[in-house]
């Protein structure tokens, strides 16, 4: 019982307090005002938050954030910094090839010991197409013979050559396309007279005569005779361009004029045709003015014979790749059976500079330069988010106002819905009630009949002359039996007489019976409330009546 | 819906009972020609709007008695003191 007491009570309460929030206008004012200014708050927040990306704030931190760790990076020693594939090429040895074709745009930064892993893969690929690898000097048959060491043949070297050989005379622009016979391979020449190598015995030939053969010297090193080479492969060939930069001054004179000194590498190549053993030198095969490093990188190379240890070797670096920084997350995976190789130089440097683009380190630089933009989606979407915050609380809050204020006529529908008598059966009702009681009306009708009269005199006539005589004596016409015209004067001061004591008398009555009609108490009920019940003490009651004040 | 189901349910009993009474007709002209000036001959010595508007009050008094005596009995049913 208590429970479903206190269930009413709290329908009760609510039912009241649904009601009430209609009513109470300046108090959903307040409610409004409170809400309004916590999105007063959130605008000022977002709007902090807008001024600090907008002014560059975010961006700025997270930019000197990257840079920092660009600089620690690159002042550790421990990074090579490629801004450019030109920067690359450079470090490579080719500082003039600025712009390398096919090569994406980016930024590189690898590791020092990447870096000296890429150099020996350059010189590897060099040597084991033709360059010695061994460091011991070559063992020279003649006196023309020269020595190589690892690849590159030092001034000092040369110098131990006879230095009447550095003489030269004449045109010396040159491609070989000397006979190459199975080991032997075109080092250079002049003048018909040309330098062989020896694969097989890994011995240098100069074929003419000695002071009339000039070696012809190239590097990328200064000479007085502005002197550059470019090399590169073409077939199975390592060729060498000899380019001469002063050419409008005619034939340059190298001798004695090399200025590199013995610390100084000088880059040497082979020029190599497949042309027969006997096959004359032809001069000037190139027209050297326009040919450059970047047209032999793009001529086709397919190795006849691709060296047996090469899978080895790209298997060892990219296993070193993935212990290291080199992150190869394209299409060459260590253990794979077969491996595409590109078909050119260019091809080589273009998936070496992929493979280094795709470093972790670089991702790393990357991910850090894009952190100001992260930052800065982040920040604008939780900007958009609260910018549109104001707008949501406040639908939100007009909708709860209209729903609570839409709530008390929707009960009063429901109410009236649940309570309203269906019109067909109060219809019904109503017909069959005025069908058997009709009468009501008629005695209503007779009885304001009687009233309507009450203000006009009543003067009764007998209508003699609607008498029937059998003998057709004529009685007469109206006579007038009672004529209460005489009380018109005196009727409006006594029926206010008569009224007065009426009303007095109603209202003694009625100011009797207040409590009764407040209380809704009859006679029966008053008379009950008038039972008293008396008990004795030993048991035993009696009933008397309450003495009537 | 809850109202019309009451009054259906006393409908129902009531529906049979009003059926048996008989349709009466009260036609007063004749009173009104005859003995109706004798009775507005003494109607006329008293004062009959008061009376109706006496009368009037104390029905409507008798009503308000009875409506608030069935409140009274609606809250003395509800189970709350």
Not at chain 1, 507 to 513: E, H, S
């Amino acid at each position: 019982m208590k429970a479903l007491k206190r269930i009413l009570c709290v329908a009760l309460c609510l039912t009241i307090t649904i009601l009430g929030m209609s009513f109470m206008a300046p108090k959903a004012d307040a409610v409004a005002l409170t809400i309004g200014l916590g999105i007063v708050v959130a605008a000022l927040a977002a709007g902090g938050l807008t001024y600090l990306v907008t002014s560059g704030g975010v961006s700025g931190l997270t930019e000197a954030v990257s840079n920092n760790v660009e600089d620690w990076l690159e002042d550790s020693g421990n990074v090579v910094d490629f801004p450019t594939p030109g920067d690359f090429f450079e470090y490579l040895g080719d500082p003039d090839n600025q712009d390398p074709p096919g090569f994406n745009d980016g930024r590189v930064l690898i590791g020092a010991a990447s870096a000296h892993l890429l150099i020996n893969f350059l010189v590897w690929l060099k040597d084991h197409l033709g360059l010695v690898e061994d460091d011991d000097p070559v063992e020279v048959l003649s006196s023309y013979a020269l020595p190589l060491t690892n690849g590159y043949l030092h001034l000092s070297e040369l110098d131990n050559t006879d230095s009447s050989r550095l003489n030269r005379s004449g045109d010396w622009f040159y491609i070989a396309d000397l006979p190459l016979s199975g080991e032997t391979i075109l080092f250079t020449f002049y003048n018909g007279n040309y330098v062989t190598y020896n694969r097989a015995s890994n011995r240098f030939y100069v074929y003419g005569y000695a002071g009339q053969s000039e070696f012809t010297f190239i590097s990328n090193l200064s000479t007085s005779s502005n002197i550059r080479f470019s090399f590169g492969f073409l077939g199975d060939r390592f060729i060498v361009i000899l380019e001469n930069s002063n050419h409008q001054y005619g034939n340059p004179y190298a001798s004695g004029h090399l200025s590199a000194g013995d610390s100084q590498t000088l880059l040497y190549g082979l020029i190599a045709r497949d042309v027969d053993v006997d096959a004359e030198l032809v001069s000037g095969g190139i027209d050297t003015d326009d040919f450059q490093f970047g047209d032999l990188l793009d001529l086709e190379f397919v190795p006849a014979d691709p060296p047996a240890d090469l899978d080895d070797w790209a298997e060892n670096v990219l296993e070193y790749a993935v212990a290291g920084d080199l992150d190869v997350s394209g299409d060459y995976q260590p253990g794979q059976e077969q491996m595409e190789y590109p078909d050119s130089i260019l091809g080589w440097l273009q998936w070496i500079w992929e493979a280094l683009a795709n470093t972790r380190l670089s991702n790393i630089i990357q991910e850090i330069r894009n952190l100001p933009g992260a930052f800065q989606n982040w920040f604008q979407q939780i900007i958009t988010w609260l910018g549109n915050l104001p707008g949501t609380l406040t639908t939100l809050f007009n909708d709860l106002k209209t729903a609570i204020q839409a709530l008390p006529q929707q009960i009063a529908n429901a109410v009236s819905s649940a309570f309203a008598l269906d019109p067909a059966l109060a219809a019904e009702i109503g017909d069959t009630w005025n069908g058997k009681f009709g009468w009501i009306d008629d005695i209503k009708d007779w009885f304001d009949g009687v009233t309507a009269l009450e203000p006009e005199p009543p003067v009764i006539y007998i209508h003699l002359e609607d008498s029937n005589s059998h003998y057709g004596y004529n009685y007469g016409g109206r006579e007038v039996a009672l004529d209460l015209s005489w009380y018109a004067a005196y009727k409006q001061d006594v029926d206010a007489l008569i009224s007065g004591f009426l009303w007095l008398g109603f209202l003694w009555l009625v100011f009797k019976r207040t409590a009764d009609i407040i209380n809704g108490v009859g006679m029966a009920d008053r008379e009950a409330h008038d039972i008293i019940e008396v008990s004795d003490g030993e048991g035993h009651t009696s009933l008397f009546r309450r003495r009537r004040k | 819906m809850i109202t019309t189901a009451i009054v259906n349910l006393v409908w129902q009993f009531a529906e049979p009972v009003l059926d048996r009474i008989p349709v009466i007709e009260i036609n007063g002209n004749g009173i009104t020609s005859s003995v109706l000036q004798y009775l507005r001959a003494g109607l006329y010595f008293l004062p009959v709007n008061t009376f109706v508007q006496i009368l009037t009050l104390v029905a409507g008094l008798w009503l308000l008695r009875v409506a608030i005596a069935f409140l009274h009995s609606l809250w003395a049913s509800l189970p709350i003191f």
